[in-house]
């Protein structure tokens, strides 16, 4: 299936990479060997289930445009476009205040490269900063194992530096740790992200 960006370039999947685990490596923290996507999706469930707050995955915008019908149970979409640049990955209510974050994973030891966000996922999350709402990153250091809630604040701070001469292009990890709320794995939840976002509140 081709699916092209609103500007028309055509989007690429990054291809699988295939990664043998042990049986240790997969229970070596409460995710259990799962992406970060999937961590925070559990985790929701989680809140949702114990009514401690209503947060769900955006849908991505799809426009269909080519559908080839094999046979009558069986369509298979060829080719498709994003309706619209997504903005990020996560949004709803908790204690009464307006929450969005986006996710981000990185296998960078000592920084988080800049390019993992988009300028619209940065303009979008200042537009909601303005509206009082509650915007932060989850970023994931996979190779330290190490997670961490950053401000939009902090983010957005370190995303218009990068324009000036000698800015720059990532955020170090002594940032992180001197900055950002770092978050434990646990049971349940998986990620206990709302209790950093206690302190953000």
């Not at 996507?37 to 799809?62: G, R």
């Not at 990185?106 to 988080?112: L, Q, Y």
């Not at 970023?139 to 957005?156: C, E, G, N, R, S």
Request: proline letters at 5%.
């Amino acid at each position: 299936m081709t699916i092209h960006y609103p500007n028309g370039t055509k989007y690429q999947p990054q291809p699988a990479k295939r990664t043998l685990r042990t049986k240790s490596s997969l229970i070596k923290h409460g995710g259990r060997g799962m992406t970060l996507e999937q961590e925070i999706n559990e985790s929701n469930q989680y809140y949702l289930a114990h009514e401690i707050a209503v947060i769900h995955k955006k849908p991505t915008p799809i426009q269909i445009v080519k559908v080839d019908y094999p046979k009558r149970s069986a369509a298979v979409i060829r080719e498709a476009y994003f309706r619209q640049a997504s903005t990020t990955d996560y949004n709803g209510v908790y204690r009464g205040r307006y929450i969005d974050f986006d996710a981000k994973e990185t296998k960078e030891k000592t920084r988080f490269p800049l390019d993992n966000f988009h300028q619209h996922q940065v303009e979008h999350m200042r537009s909601c900063l303005k509206q009082g709402g509650i915007c932060f990153g989850l970023i994931k250091f996979v190779t330290l194992d190490q997670l961490y809630l950053l401000k939009a604040t902090d983010l957005i701070e370190y995303w218009d530096a990068q324009e000036d001469a000698g800015g720059r292009k990532s955020i170090p990890l002594t940032a992180f740790e001197t900055h950002a709320i770092p978050i434990k794995y646990s049971l349940n939840p998986i990620i206990a992200y709302l209790d950093a976002v206690d302190q953000l509140i």
